[in-house]
Nanobody
Framework: QVQLVESGGDLVRPGGSLRLSCSASGLTFGSYGVSWYRQAPGKKREWVAFITRANDITTYATSVRGRFAISRDNAKSMAYLQMNSLKPDDTAVYYC?????????????????WGQGTQVTVSS
């Protein structure tokens, strides 16, 4: 079965850095673009970044542009989110998402396929 497992979330100080990882299994990872989303309590989910399945074309939310970088290694079925200059407003659960994976092996995923999330807390 398809699985996405995020890791790397931690408690960091403002201005610090953190690298999140997303490990995929059960599918041909290189066939799908990857997004990172985040959600903080009381707030709507926020799209953070996207990378295409090939050619490494990336896009970012205005709130993180210039501070975050998404990347991927298809040979390892991994995606990453490098987060620099972290701010308290970056505190959220971060999710790895395959938005293009809406149907697979007879199952439907109307919102794409989501991992379980990893907690990032930015606080002094």
């Amino acid at each position: 079965q398809v699985q996405l497992v995020e890791s790397g979330g931690d408690l960091v100080r403002p201005g610090g850095s953190l690298r999140l990882s997303c490990s995929a299994s059960g599918l041909t990872f290189g066939s799908y673009g990857v997004s990172w989303y985040r959600q903080a309590p009381g707030k709507k989910r926020e799209w953070v970044a996207f990378i295409t399945r090939a050619n490494d074309i990336t896009t970012y939310a205005t709130s993180v542009r210039g501070r975050f970088a998404i990347s991927r290694d298809n040979a390892k079925s991994m995606a990453y989110l490098q987060m620099n200059s972290l701010k308290p407003d970056d505190t959220a659960v971060y999710y790895c998402v395959l938005p293009e994976l809406t149907h697979f092996n007879g199952k439907s995923y109307p919102d794409g396929f989501w991992g379980q999330g990893t907690q990032v807390t930015v606080s002094s």
